[in-house]
């Protein structure tokens, strides 16, 4: 017999992943919340942030979230999970730009016009578009990094 039953987890406001650390999903939301602090994600307003999404003032210890995705890093990101088939998608920043990931599902490289409609949507933002295979894994992943 099928029974269902309702899980708590913790996701983070800004970027989307889930607080994994232990376990992914709990039965009450306080203990979800609880395993989210103690793996150092930051509460703001009822908001949750995981450790990228935060800045820590080593100074007076405090924790600012970092200001939302641009639109077009969000469209980017959007792009990648509903369009390219892979397990795996991952934001980095640096001061002046972001890099997008996606691992690719049993090919190396995008098709032409799925390149042509990144560059399109993401306009004077696109800095550059790579695929190539992960340092560890089997896998290819497509890099993106555009403007802030
Ligand atoms: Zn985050």
Not at 75 to 91: D, V
Not at 120 to 144: A, W
């Amino acid at each position: 017999m099928i029974i269902s039953e309702i899980f708590y987890g913790v996701k983070c406001n800004r970027c989307g992943e889930t607080c994994e650390e232990e376990y992914a999903f709990w039965s009450d939301e306080g203990s979800a919340i609880d395993n989210a602090m103690e793996s150092e994600w930051m509460e703001d307003k009822g908001k949750h942030y995981c450790t990228n999404c935060y800045d820590f003032d080593e100074e007076t210890e405090e924790r600012t979230a970092k200001p939302d995705f641009p639109e077009h890093v969000k469209n980017l990101r959007k792009f990648f999970e509903k369009m390219i088939i892979g397990s795996e998608r991952n934001t980095t920043e640096g001061d002046n730009h972001f890099t997008v990931s996606k691992s690719l599902y049993k090919r190396q490289k995008l098709e032409t016009f799925e390149e042509n409609y990144i560059k399109e949507m993401l306009g004077d933002k696109f800095i550059s578009l790579e695929c190539k295979k992960h340092e560890r894994y089997t896998q290819f992943y497509c890099y993106v990094m555009v403007a802030r």
